[in-house]
């Protein structure tokens, strides 16, 4: 039988890197639940930096787990004042005991939808497709660079993070600040971001679970100072996963952008993720067709390499519009890879031309949807 003491020894396991303190000893576990082979504790930090709270949040997660008779782990991660140590077995009137109502909480991992976590941003776009490798990240990218370009402001959110490369296409460097408790994006090209390749080391591979990517999307809603933004664009993780469901749920997205290529394995993965999409009353702005054709850099000819009208098809199937049909040529890559995306590398090229075309239609699409009246909701 799992118990509250066998928890808590757990969990002393877990260091604050700064103070070398134990995490129970500085107060920062709450609202601890017990049901059967079910835990679920919040890690209420207070000044640790954003690295140190990934890592804590991890290494918990992980000791928790491994007790024996523990089946499920669910954590909470925020921000808030310590509670005195001993405070994390308490109920809601601070009687020790275990409380089913933030066990409850927690093992949902779904807050209620809020639009006041980003007050001050006035669209919210994801960027999203049904499986990998279909330049996603390249087109949520240079969609972000080529809206700061029309004299809007921006910032991205690299929500993908099992395979955070926003910051690498971006060319950031450092880590975030924090300031009044609160983190403070780094800055490249002009455009605010955030992506957990910024924490934690190049080559550690994160194993999270749906709550704690719920709580970083929350971390990176409401524990970051992204001030007054026109647009923040979330580059999502493949698939139809927890983060696609977990954003939705947080905040009442503008619209979302699917990205495809016209072959037919694609179009197939992209059908779904347009159904989930559709299922979560997420409007959806259209399809961008990426490496459409490919152009012969020495005769010109162009080819379909990956087949052709697809991004045609799922646009009259599912009644969205076609926003862009992105060519499939190296400049890009190379672009992505030397951290200077192709819409500012090379301003007058197709490319770019084909991504500013894309953030000006985005934003009349937009302008056309209007402000979300309601929040959304899964049937």
């Given at each position: 039988?799992?118990?509250e ?14 103070s070398q ?20 504790f919040?890690?209420a930090?207070?000044a ?10 991890t ?10 008779g ?7 991660m ?48 994801a960027v999203?497709?049904?499986k ?42 450092g880590?975030?600040?924090?300031f ?6 780094v ?5 605010k ?13 994160l ?8 709580s970083f ?26 983060a696609q ?22 179009l ?9 999409f559709q299922r ?5 702005l ?6 459409s054709?490919?152009?012969c850099?020495h ?8 087949g ?30 030397e ?5 500012l ?16 239609v985005?934003?009349?699409?937009l302008?056309e ?11």
């Amino acid at each position: 039988m799992v118990t509250e003491e066998t928890v808590l020894a757990a969990l002393r396991g877990v260091k604050d890197p700064e103070s070398q303190k134990d995490i129970v000893a500085l107060g920062l576990v709450r609202d601890l639940a017990i049901e059967g082979d079910r835990v679920a504790f919040a890690l209420a930090f207070t000044a640790q930096p954003p690295a140190s709270r990934v890592t804590m949040h991890t290494m918990a997660t992980r000791l928790v787990g491994q007790i024996p008779g523990v089946r499920d782990v669910q954590v909470k991660m925020g921000a808030g004042a310590a509670a005195p140590a001993g405070a994390h077995a308490h109920g809601a009137h601070g009687a020790p005991g275990h409380s089913h109502a933030p066990a409850q909480q927690a093992a949902a991992g779904r807050p209620a939808p809020s639009p006041d976590l980003i007050p001050e941003v006035r669209h919210t776009i994801a960027v999203s497709s049904g499986k990998g490798g279909v330049g996603k990240s390249t087109v949520a990218v240079n969609l972000a660079v080529a809206l700061r370009a029309t004299g809007a402001s921006v910032g991205i959110i690299d929500a993908d993070v099992y395979g955070p490369d926003v910051p690498m296409m971006l060319g950031a460097r450092g880590k975030p600040g924090m300031f009044e408790n609160r983190i403070i994006p780094v800055e490249a090209h002009g455009i605010k971001m955030m992506s957990i390749g910024l924490l934690v080391a190049e080559k550690e591979a994160l194993v999270w679970r749906g709550p704690m990517i719920h709580s970083f999307i929350q971390q990176m809603l409401k524990d970051v100072n992204w001030g007054a933004l026109d647009y923040l664009v979330f580059d999502m993780p493949p698939g139809t996963g927890d983060a696609q469901l977990s954003l939705s749920q947080v905040i009442p997205l503008s619209g979302v952008v699917m990205v495809t290529t016209p072959q037919n394995v694609a179009l197939l993965d992209v059908r779904k993720a347009l159904g989930m999409f559709q299922r979560l009353n997420v409007p959806i702005l259209g399809v961008v067709e990426n490496m459409s054709t490919f152009a012969c850099p020495h005769c010109g000819q162009h080819t379909a390499i990956f087949g052709d009208a697809g991004g045609t098809s799922i646009s009259a199937e599912y009644g969205v519009p076609l926003l862009a049909q992105i060519p499939l040529e190296t400049e890009t890559r190379m672009a992505g890879d030397e951290g200077m995306p192709i819409t500012l590398r090379r301003p007058g090229s197709p490319q770019a031309k084909a991504f500013g075309d894309l953030a000006h239609v985005v934003s009349r699409r937009l302008e056309e949807l209007g402000p979300l009246s309601s929040l959304p909701t899964v049937r």
